[in-house]
């Protein structure tokens, strides 16, 4: 996979005030890495990127071989940059069962895009993902932070699609 | 039918609120235990019989007791980072039942005697981590939480740390290490957490369900606990059922009920389906076939007894339509791509696992992968740290053993295919 890189990030003034309070927040320093991490993604578009580990480095004077560690180790962090609908299908076994893995298939071909790549107009990712706890809505799906489910294969992409314009 | 020890009131709107909770006598439990000696507390909770709803099953008032007798601070470690595929019970409780947890873990905490705690959510329960936020804030303006709580001189504190979607911490020490803000690996044991957990101190690490378990045992006491359930698994559990069945949802009924009668609660099988086999406690546990499952219920003991395990409690009912070949391959696919990789058995196992059932599935398999999935699996039985091998190497090993015939026609089928030309070689 090409490594993805980008010109310069800096966290916004409530950016930096979050992590100074998160840096005192816990017992150690370094529980305060991964809270920052969902902060650097929030404001960076939905990824984390090389340039994004460095500044955080020097904010919160913490090697960066330690906020690598736990970028690299968490899926909830993304190292590349996905649409502005993140569409995460589950397709663990009780999705699976109910179709999970054929509306994957199903919204990469209505959307023109491969699984866990960003669409042409940067709009939409769809990935799959292992079980969300939520099976009773099985197939289900997160999209972007909501839980949505049961799927259905005749209305999901519209249902996306409006979702979409509410972004 | 249903027991709702836990979830009685789970259909109150306002039950998720501080006010809507003490309405129906919440926190009362906790200004009575406050008045109580910690160490009854615990007494308490063992005599119950109350055991760990997260997997392992292990008895908590046992656990609580491994805790040293000094005057170090003491952590208690709530694991809301239910992973287990097929699993959804914690959420339930958490949006629909914050206070409830709350004070189940202030009851814990002043057993146990702690000041501080965490609740480990996963990070994709979003909507658990606001209501909880919210819960949180309550029981602080509330004095439930923070200085002289109910104006006793306990102190607690507790917050909430997010995870970041890894099924590794889920166990216990894992769960630790993602605390502390690494990756999250499991630790080699002993030290056990009770004695060297977080930031190497006495850390207790309870799952939502026994926490909340908590609250009523003691306001109606150890025999009304036991009263319930079965004599070596007493209470009520929830089973997240899921799967082949008409209504699949988390359903609460007492220990020991027949797994039959479950998947009736959840609306029974789909129109013209016959039952084919079922996973009883989470995929890490043996698979049951449609005969097993006429025998068995639900608790640690008679699962015990035919080879698996209760597990988290999440039942996946698996029907006729489904191949086995197939959810082999999902449940295999999935331990491969949690395991941590610092033991060399999991690490490479689970790979080789993945692979060997997705080769079988794409149409490439041979008889013999059958006893080399075999061969690996015990090969990754109880050489690890942790027992995420042992979960991936259970359901490969039970899946191949209970339904041979069905991967070996599987196979014979799909190579008799690949020499007639019909599928590519």
């Known amino acids: 996979m090409k490594k993805e890189t980008q010109k310069s990030f800096e966290l916004s003034a409530e950016g930096l005030a979050f992590v100074k309070k998160e840096l005192t927040r816990y017992e ?21 990127s090389p340039e994004a580990v460095s500044h955080l480095s020097k904010v919160m004077d913490i090697p960066t071989a330690y906020i690598n560690e736990v970028l690299s180790f968490y899926t909830m962090y993304n190292k590349c940059p996905v649409g502005k609908l993140h569409i995460q299908v589950c397709c663990n076994l009780s999705c699976a069962m109910n179709g999970g893995r054929e509306l994957a298939e199903h919204l990469c071909r209505s959307f023109n895009v491969k699984e866990g790549e960003i669409s042409a107009n940067g709009e939409v990712t769809i990935s799959r993902v292992e079980c969300l706890g939520a099976c009773d809505i099985a197939p289900m799906a997160q999209v972007n932070e909501e839980y949505v489910g049961p799927l259905k294969k005749e209305t999901v992409v519209e249902q996306m699609k409006e979702l979409l314009k509410k972004q | 039918m249903e027991h ?34 910690p160490e009854e507390i615990i007494q308490q909770v063992r005599d119950s019989g109350l055991r760990g709803r997260g997997g392992a099953g292990f008895p908590t008032g046992v656990k609580w007791g491994f805790l040293p007798n000094n005057s170090e601070p003491r952590y208690l470690l709530c694991n809301a980072d239910e992973g287990e595929p097929g699993t959804f019970k914690d959420r ?32 994709e329960y979003q909507h658990c981590i606001r209501i909880m936020e919210e819960a949180l804030k309550e029981a602080y303006s509330a004095n439930y939480l923070g200085k002289n709580i109910c104006g006793t001189d306990f102190h607690h504190d507790m917050d909430i740390y997010i995870g970041a979607g890894a099924y590794i911490c889920g166990e216990e020490t894992g769960m630790i290490s993602s605390l502390e803000g690494k990756k999250g690996q499991p630790k080699l044991k002993p030290p056990f957490p009770a004695v060297k957990g977080y930031l190497e101190k006495p850390t207790i690490v309870n799952n939502v369900e026994t926490l909340a378990a908590v609250v009523p045992i003691i306001q109606d006491g150890v025999e009304a606990f036991r009263s319930i359930g079965t004599e070596k698994s007493p209470g009520t ?34 129109e013209g389906r016959a039952l084919k086999a079922v996973i009883p406690g989470g995929t890490s546990a043996p698979v049951l076939t449609a005969e097993e499952c006429e025998r068995a219920r639900m608790d640690f003991e008679s699962l015990a007894d035919l080879g698996s395990m209760l597990g988290s409690g ?5 029907d006729d339509s489904c191949s086995m070949v197939d959810m082999l391959s ?35 398999g041979r008889i013999q992968d059958l006893n080399l999935i075999l061969g690996i699996s015990e ?11 042992d979960a991936a190497a259970l359901p490969a090993i039970s899946f191949v053993t209970k339904f041979r015939e069905e991967f070996e026609i599987y196979i014979r089928k799909t190579l008799a295919q690949r020499k007639s030309g019909v599928l590519s070689a």
């Open chain 1, 28 to 48: 150690t320093k370094r529980s305060a890495i991964l809270p920052c991490l969902y902060r650097v993604q929030k404001e960076n578009g939905g990824w984390v």
């Open chain 2, 4 to 37: 709702k020890l836990l979830s009685e009131h789970y259909h109150e709107e306002e039950y998720r609120t501080l006010a809507g909770y003490k309405s129906f006598g919440g926190y009362k439990t906790l200004e009575s235990a406050l008045n109580k000696k």
């Open chain 2, 92 to 123: 339930l409780i958490m949006e629909r039942a914050p206070h409830q947890l709350i004070e189940g873990m202030l009851i814990s905490a002043w057993g146990i005697k702690s000041h501080k705690s965490y609740i480990y959510i996963r990070g």
């Open chain 2, 237 to 270: 559990k929830f089973f997240s059922v899921s799967g082949c069945v008409k209504k699949p949802g988390n359903y609460e009924v007492p220990l020991g009920y027949p797994l039959m009668d479950l998947i009736e609660l959840a609306g029974g099988l789909r």
């Open chain 2, 314 to 318: 999440s039942v996946i009912v698996i």
């Open chain 2, 330 to 364: 999902v449940v295999e696919k999935f331990y491969h791509h949690e395991s941590c990789g610092q033991c060399t058995p999991c690490r490479e196992g689970t790979g080789w696992l993945s692979k060997v059932v997705d080769d079988i599935l794409a149409g490439q």
């Open chain 2, 379 to 389: 090969n990754m039985m109880g050489k690890t740290i942790c027992a995420l091998s």
